[in-house]
């Protein structure tokens, strides 16, 4: 049965502020009980968001396709998997939804609910850093959705664990979970100027990734979308599956 824009919006919403909730919250988490150990408390951060991810794609990308991530909705738009109204209606779900996370997150751990970011991340390497991140995130979801559909979840959980490891950004990946993040002051911060360079770079690998996706495996095996078709990923029947189209990150 096909989901309605509704059902795919909660499953977005849910699915997005949990995420938010994880990243921050498993942040706040590891550096109390990291005895000040940066790698330890990164440790646990990557751990629980990659974790997080595997179950939250598996849960909502039949629904929604777990999206959670501005780029990869964008990037379903430009393939023609889905409407202009659905991808816009997306991506404002998402990035209300991504700051409720961190509120939630914030009440959990009994600190204040908005605390503006004052982690610096700037510069060519942190800008560099987003666009590769975010490269790998969306050429993970495109090739895995044409080659192996099924796995899309543990290859999405796997890459977010391993590039909050190799990019000096530690891969956030996604418009609206930077943009929540400068709300808090946490392990997970950044601050609110330095949201248009991780925004800019994210956008740029986006755009690598699907021209890269395109070389590599062909255009999209969908037709254009209209507004009432149902733009989550289905078990395949004789076409490439598209069970799971997530998002990740962070």
Known sequence: MQATLLQKLTAEFIGTSLLLATVVGSGIMGVELSAGNDGVALLANAAATAGALYVLIVLFGPISGAHFNPVVTLAMRARGEMSSEAAASYIVVQVGAAIVGVVLAHAMFGVALIQPGDHVRSGGSQWLSEAVATFGLLLTI?????????????????????????????????????????????????????????????????????????????????????????????????????????????
């Open 142 to 250: 495109l090739l895995g959705i044409r080659h192996r559909p099924a796995a899309v979840p543990a290859l999405v959980a796997c890459y977010i664990f391993a590039a909050y490891w190799f990019t000096a950004s530690t891969s956030f990946a996604n418009p609206a979970v930077t943009v929540a993040r400068a709300l808090t002051r946490t392990f997970a911060g950044i601050r609110p100027d330095d949201i248009p360079g991780f925004i800019v770079a994210q956008l740029v690998g986006a755009l690598a990734a699907l021209a890269v996706s395109h070389v590599l495996a062909g255009p999209s095996v969908e037709g254009p979308a209209t507004s009432t078709q149902n733009q989550s990923l289905r078990p395949a029947t004789k076409r490439v599956s598209r069970e799971f189209s997530p998002s990740a990150r962070r």
